[in-house]
């Protein structure tokens, strides 16, 4: 099956800096999502971003399908960003069914 | 945006009885949902497909028997732990996928924390 990879999974930073979080992935997509997991476990929708690049405030993220692979840019980082990351992927033949990687856990310090 | 309810948030049953959790799509209509689990520090691992008037379709190694699953309407799936035991306790959470012109994306619910003693 299709194999979906987040690097790095565990990231520390200091209030304000900036992070880059990678997603691989193994075959064609039709869908690829980005979630923000929170402390209390709602899953919160980043981007729906099969192809290109998207931006909304401080976060943003491209995907180059052709290599099979997402970015997920933090900027100006704050602690309320802290929480798991995760990307998901759609398989062309999957209908729909999402295969969720491995996460980023963010940790945000004041 | 798109908001996925589900009730409840959190149970705690003893073991063998049945534990029924709702998954609702508030502002939009949702011919397929999804059910998932998660434990402890590890990611989502989708249990099964929730087809609209249809069965769902259950992934590899999940129990039909004992994960049911219903999708009566274009709102509602509900996901029923039957004769539940503590290896059950799990958050479970939904998703209803939002399609549209150029996006199909699943929105999830808040999750339902199960205990089982």
């Known amino acids: 099956g299709i194999q979906v990879e987040q690097s790095p999974p565990d990231l520390i930073l200091q209030e304000g800096a900036n992070s880059t979080l990678r997603c691989n992935f193994s075959d064609s997509v039709n869908n690829l999502q980005w979630f923000h997991q929170n402390p209390w476990g709602q899953l919160i929708n980043l981007f729906y971003?099969?192809?290109g690049t998207k931006q909304n405030g401080r976060l943003s993220a491209t995907t180059v399908a052709t290599e099979r692979y997402s970015l997920l840019y933090i900027s100006s980082s704050q602690t309320t960003d802290s929480g798991v990351y995760f990307c998901a992927v759609e398989l062309k033949t999957s209908g729909s069914r999402l295969t969720f990687g491995e996460g980023t856990q963010l940790t945000v310090n004041p | 945006g798109a908001v996925v309810s589900q009730h409840p948030s959190r149970v705690i049953c003893k073991s063998g009885t049945s534990v029924k959790i709702e998954c609702r799509s508030l502002d939009f209509q949702a011919t397929t949902m999804f059910w998932y689990r998660q434990f402890p520090k590890q990611s989502l691992m989708l249990m099964a497909t929730s087809n609209e008037g249809s069965k769902a379709t259950y992934e590899q190694g999940v129990e039909k028997d004992k994960f049911l699953i219903n999708h009566a309407s274009l709102t509602l799936s509900t996901l029923t732990v039957t004769s539940a035991h503590p290896e059950d306790s799990s958050f479970y959470i939904c998703?209803?996928?939002?399609?549209?012109?150029?996006?199909?994306?699943?929105?999830f619910g808040p999750g339902t924390r199960l205990t089982v003693l």
């Open positions: 998703s209803a996928s939002d399609r549209g012109p150029g996006t199909d994306t699943q929105y």
């Open positions: 971003i099969p192809s």
